[in-house]
């Protein structure tokens, strides 16, 4: 199956600092990617769908200006946590669709904000 | 009444077993129905893909697909204890987002 990559696999950071996470598509281009939240034991929350060379895409009652993403090219989005608060601790994966309809995720990076 | 509905558990069974993972919904233009598998701090893995309705094989794994009654299995034979980790169930329409389930936690006891 297609690969997706995702670093850092883990970060640690100081409260109000900011942290960026990095989405690739390593075997494949992706005109979309998505960014989801996970808490534990909890399902994927979908935070919102990044789109190369365009806006993204935010689900209702996630902050544009607190998740900041940026899809720079056909394979690689970011997300930044601005002024990062410990409620912001969580695991965030990103995926990317196939044009099979269907979509393959990353390892996930987990957050945690002291 | 949500969209996907998926039974949390934790579910556990003797290793060798066969185990049964469902999830109903209530959109019937859902077209794509799959299955992930997601272990303990890790992204999600594709286990399975259908289209419409009807049964697939792979290996140790059968989904199942029944449109007529809004219903998606997955069919693990002789569970093994890799086999234990969170099982999410997703569908879609065609041009839509992914719709996931809850996600049933697997135990397989040795």
């Known amino acids: 199956g297609a690969v997706v990559s995702q670093h850092p696999s883990w970060v640690i950071c100081k409260s ?6 990095e989405c690739r598509s390593l075997d494949f281009q992706a005109t979309t990617m998505f960014w989801y ?3 534990p034991k909890q399902s994927l929350m979908l935070m919102a769908t990044s789109n190369e060379g365009s806006k993204a895409t935010y689900e209702q009652g996630v902050e544009k200006d607190k ?6 090219s ?3 989005s970011t997300l930044t946590v601005t002024s990062a608060h410990p409620e912001d601790s969580s695991f965030y994966i990103c995926s990317a669709p196939t044009g099979a309809e269907t979509q393959y995720f990353g390892p996930g990076t987990r957050l945690l904000v002291l | 009444q949500k969209e996907v509905e998926q039974d949390p558990g934790p579910l556990s ?3 060798g077993a066969i185990v049964s993972l469902n999830c109903t919904y209530s959109n019937s233009a859902f077209q794509y129905f799959m299955w992930y598998r997601q272990y303990s701090r890790k992204g999600p893995e594709l286990l399975m893909y259908t289209y419409s309705s009807g049964n697939k094989e792979d290996g140790r794994f059968t989904a199942q697909v029944d449109k007529s009654s ?3 299995s997955l069919f693990i034979r002789d569970s093994q204890p890799s086999d234990s980790a969170t099982y999410l169930c997703a569908m879609k329409e065609r ?3 992914f719709v996931f389930g809850p996600g049933t936690r697997l135990s397989v006891l040795p």
């Open chain 2, 95 to 97: 041009g839509q987002n």
């Open chain 1, 37 to 39: 939240r996970q808490f």
């Open chain 1, 67 to 72: 998740f900041l993403i940026n899809h720079a």
């Open chain 2, 13 to 15: 069974v003797p290793e």
């Open chain 1, 74 to 76: 056909l394979t690689l």
């Open chain 1, 16 to 21: 109000g600092t900011s942290v960026k996470i």
């Open chain 2, 70 to 72: 809004k219903y998606i």
